[in-house]
Every structure is written in C-alpha cells, then in structure tokens.
C-alpha cells in the first residue's frame, strides 16, 4: 500500500510501503487522478498521519487577520460616508456672498428700471418747449398731442424722452395736451382723433406727416432724423397704431400761459 508524505512545499508523493499492497488497480488509478488535479489556495496546511492506517485528508484553511488601518483608508470611508447622506449646505460666508450678489442685482435692476420706464407725461410736459416759442426759433419741430388719462401715452413716455434727449439740440419738442381748452384750434388744425398723436413740422411750421398711437421707437426716431437733417420729406408720413380716443378727453379751462 502507498503513502502519502508531505514536504515542505505541500507536494505530494508516492513512495513504496514495507508491505506489498494489495491495493486494486482501480483504486490506485482513482488515487493517481486525485493527486494530478491543480488546486491553488493562499495557504495551505498539510499534516500526515503516519501512525494511521488511512491516509488522512489535508485540511485547508485561509488566515485573514485585520491589519492597522491607514489614513488614506480613514478618508476614503469617510468621504463615502458623507456622500451617501445629505448634500452639505453652503457654510454662512457662502450665504453672505450670494446675498450680497442678490441685493446689487436688485438694486441695479431697480435704478434700471427708474431710468428706463421712471419719466412721466407730467416730466415731458415740464421739460417741453412752448408751443409759439418753437414756431419762431427757426427749427423743426415734434408736436404731441396727450392727456394724463391716456394710458399708450404713459407707456411711450419712455421712448419718446429717449428720443428727446438725443435730438433736444436740433428739434424743438412740444407738448400739448387735449384737455386744455386752449388747443381747440390746433386739435382740428391738425386732425386729432386719436392720441398720442405726433406731428412733424418742418423749420417754417409745415407738417411734413404724422404718427398716431402705439408704435415701435424706430417711426419717432427715423422722423426725428429726417427732421433733424433738414429733409424735405419724413420716412413715416402717416402711420397708425392703437391709440385712446381723443373724443374721451375732459375738457377744462387751465391758465392761458400754460402750454400744456
């Protein structure tokens, strides 16, 4: 019969036993099979019996023992940990930046908005030239016809200061309002049905055209440059958009010196 002997190296071997063995044939080719067949593990213990008439069957085992952890180890469980909660909330300083941010982009949009849409019909009217002043200085004129009520009026006030402001130079820029029973004549003169109602005169008081209600910028702007350069015609001589019904005016007596 054959035994197993064990080495160092955990290789198993053959080696002949005092006694004849009288082991089958199958039996030592199913050993034989056994012994040929791979098998890896990471530690392997082995141990032989010799006293025993049976061959004993290694036992295996794998040892893991816990080692030191690192600080790298330390961080990475602790990143996964705090990634898999909540996310983190901005720390006060953050939140001081971004409220300052916010209260400068609110302020800024409010001084915007105040100089973009802040200029009243009352403003324009101050500022306006009277009417006869405007007929002698020897430039062309924007006559607007309004009144306070008139709501397209209040939302081209805007626009029509914009414009003022670029030409005020060269053009005389008048306001009248419907309202004041004082403009009777230059309401029919002009055709006033509807307002705002812009009439554009030449240097010597002629009407070259004139633009009724709600429209783009681009019909003052163009007319006021025509005017400006002395051209002999405007590029919006007649164009109407939605504008209030001058018939809803409300007619009252105002100082005969006002020219608005």
């Known amino acids: 019969m054959a035994r197993v002997a064990s080495n160092p190296l955990c290789i198993h071997r053959f080696r002949p036993y005092l006694q ?43 040892v893991l023992e816990p080692g030191p952890v690192s600080d790298d180890t330390k961080r ?66 924007v006559v607007e016809f309004y009144a306070d009520w008139c709501e397209v009026c209040r939302e081209l006030a805007p626009d029509v200061y914009k414009v003022e402001q670029q030409y005020k130079d060269r053009v005389n820029f008048v306001m009248l309002n419907v309202d004041n029973t004082k403009w009777e004549q230059e309401l029919d003169e002009f055709g006033v049905e509807g307002i705002p109602h812009f009439a554009f005169l030449d240097r010597e008081g002629n009407e070259e055209g004139n633009v009724v209600g709600r429209l783009p910028r681009k019909y003052l702007l163009e007319n006021v440059e025509a005017l400006a350069r002395g051209e002999g015609s405007i590029p919006h001589a007649r164009v109407v958009g939605q504008y209030s019904n001058a018939e809803n005016r409300k007619v009252r007596s105002v100082d005969p010196r006002s020219h608005g």
Do not use: M, W
Not at 89 to 111: E, H, Q, T, W
């Open 76 to 141: 990475e469980d602790t990143g996964a940990s705090q990634d898999s909660g909540l996310p983190e909330f901005p720390n006060k300083d953050v939140n001081k930046r971004i409220a300052v941010v916010s209260l400068l982009a609110a302020a800024g949009l409010f001084l915007s908005s105040r100089l973009d849409f802040g200029v009243s019909l009352k403003d324009l009217s101050v500022a306006a030239l009277p009417y006869e002043e405007a007929l002698s200085n020897g430039k062309p004129t």
């Open 20 to 62: 004849a063995s009288h082991s089958s044939p199958s039996l030592l080719k199913s050993t034989v099979h056994y012994q040929t067949k791979p098998r890896k593990f990471p530690a392997v213990s082995c141990q032989t019996n010799p006293d025993s008439s049976e061959t004993s069957t290694p036992t295996e085992k794998e």
